[in-house]
């Protein structure tokens, strides 16, 4: 019997399902449709990193899916508030567990940086972390020779640069623009546990 070979591979299949869902899920107007979006965008990141082999950076993703998570009830409850204070020192734990040298730091880095964005409550510091974060990420993505994480990471900053560009034109602090990977996420301007919601990474 003749066999054919798969012009992509399992990694790849995922990769570019988990990019076009990075695309795809800014577009939704309800909080918790983007918020379902990420999540579920970041769990075809998390099959793909771990097709590549990159396991923090899987692990990593598995976090933005339960902050993801834990913002879809309205409000700030205490229990959202300690899920998602309880992934920091999870990024740390993970980094150890996981460490596979260059490629876990560069990921946990994004990662921290962009959930210390997550917590602004003004929007050019939000952006701003979040373009620090998605440096670390592409930098991993190109490690891990991942191009459509990459290509999801330059996708976003690029956005946040010219929201940034259009909003100092304006006079008003834009509002910020996620990667899907874990690195960033986005304000969704609704509130919710997470300031200006959830991610990459």
């Known amino acids: ?39 579920a965008t970041n769990l075809m990141f998390i099959t793909h990193y771990v097709l590549l082999g990159a396991h923090t950076a899987a692990a ?3 976090l933005v899916v339960a902050q993801a998570l834990a913002a879809l009830p309205e409000g700030r409850s205490r229990w959202q508030t300690a899920v998602f204070a309880a992934t920091v020192p999870g ?7 996981t460490w596979s040298g260059l490629p876990s730091a560069l990921s946990s880095l994004g990662i921290t940086f962009s959930t210390l964005a997550r917590w602004q409550s003004d929007a050019v510091r939000m952006r701003m972390l979040l373009l620090v974060a ?14 459509f994480a990459m290509a999801s990471d330059a996708f976003c900053a690029a956005a946040n640069l010219l929201r940034l560009r259009g909003g100092f034109r304006k006079g008003k602090a834009p509002e910020a623009v996620p990667a899907a990977n874990a690195n960033a996420v986005s304000d969704t301007g609704q509130g919710g546990p997470v300031q200006g919601g959830l991610a990459a990474a």
């Open 134 to 147: 998605g440096g670390f990420w592409i930098s991993h993505n190109a490690l891990v020779m991942s191009p």
């Open 91 to 97: 990024i740390a734990a993970i980094a150890l567990f």
């Open 60 to 62: 990593l993703c598995l």
């Open 1 to 39: 019997m003749l066999s054919f070979p798969l012009p992509i591979s399992a990694a790849d299949a995922f990769g570019a399902a988990a990019f076009a869902g990075s695309c795809l899920w800014p577009l939704m107007k309800k909080r918790r449709a983007l918020l379902a979006g990420q999540a």
